[in-house]
């Protein structure tokens, strides 16, 4: 197996998903945690481009990046497959795992941080991305069929982070009526121990992010 390290901030979402990943394949790891406000050696020597978290380690060689870490684990361990085996549908998962960050994550946090109309838009927009991930698991147990996969640990955030962003952004996107199989699926992710187990605390993560949206606000021009 080789030696490996997680470089980490325990209340990131990217690094969770890296951690279920090493857990799933049943990988020992040493994880680093890492003060992104004061970012140490090891990361910078590790991810000198983008010098964020989460960085694995194996055998000294880094590879950064949460959905690159993810594909570099599934090729390495072959025990609980994330990715399936038939290229289409390999590359079918990727692309709804990138849809799922970028249009669903930070379509979040945009409708979270904006104000006043641009808000009213964020949310109908990222509501509308959410309708796209609904199809996806429509009539399955996990995205991949009856086991967990790739995409599950990429969406894995939205049971235990999104009401958090929606608490502190004062609004709502997933419920049972609108989006009755995510709410589903994200109810009986949660419960799985080996997920529930890398979970932070739900008051840290509203502390973070409250805390994450105050310093927004201070950057913003103040209204007269
Ligand atoms: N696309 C990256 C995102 C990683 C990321 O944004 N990490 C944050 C922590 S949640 C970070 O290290 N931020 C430090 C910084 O931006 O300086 C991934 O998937 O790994």
């Known amino acids: 197996m080789g030696e490996l390290k997680v470089i980490g901030c325990s209340k990131s979402l990217f690094c969770t998903r890296v951690e279920w990943a090493l857990k799933l394949k049943g990988c020992e790891y040493e994880y680093i945690e890492e003060d992104l406000r004061n970012k140490s050696p090891i990361l910078l020597k590790y991810n000198p481009v983008h010098k964020k978290v989460p960085v694995l380690v194996h055998d000294d060689k880094p590879i950064p990046e949460s959905l690159v870490i993810l594909e570099y684990i599934d090729e390495t361990w072959k025990l609980n497959p994330l990715l399936p085996e038939d290229p289409y549908e390999r590359a079918t998962a990727r692309f709804w795992a990138k849809f799922s960050d970028d249009k669903c994550l930070y379509g979040a946090f945009g409708a979270c941080t904006a104000e006043g109309e641009a808000k009213e838009r964020a949310i109908e927009t990222t509501l509308e991305s959410f309708g796209y991930l609904e199809k996806q698991i429509q009539g399955k147990k996990f995205f991949g069929g009856e086991e967990i996969s790739y995409l599950d640990l990429v969406a894995g ?68």
């Open 157 to 224: 955030w939205i049971p235990h982070l999104l009401n958090v962003i929606e608490e502190v952004g004062g609004m709502k996107l997933v419920d049972a009526e609108r989006l009755p199989s995510l709410h589903e699926w994200a109810h009986n992710f949660i419960q799985i121990p080996l997920i529930k187990e890398c979970i932070p605390p739900r008051e840290d993560l509203v502390v973070l992010y409250s805390a994450h949206l105050s310093y927004i606000r201070s950057l913003e021009p103040k209204k007269q």
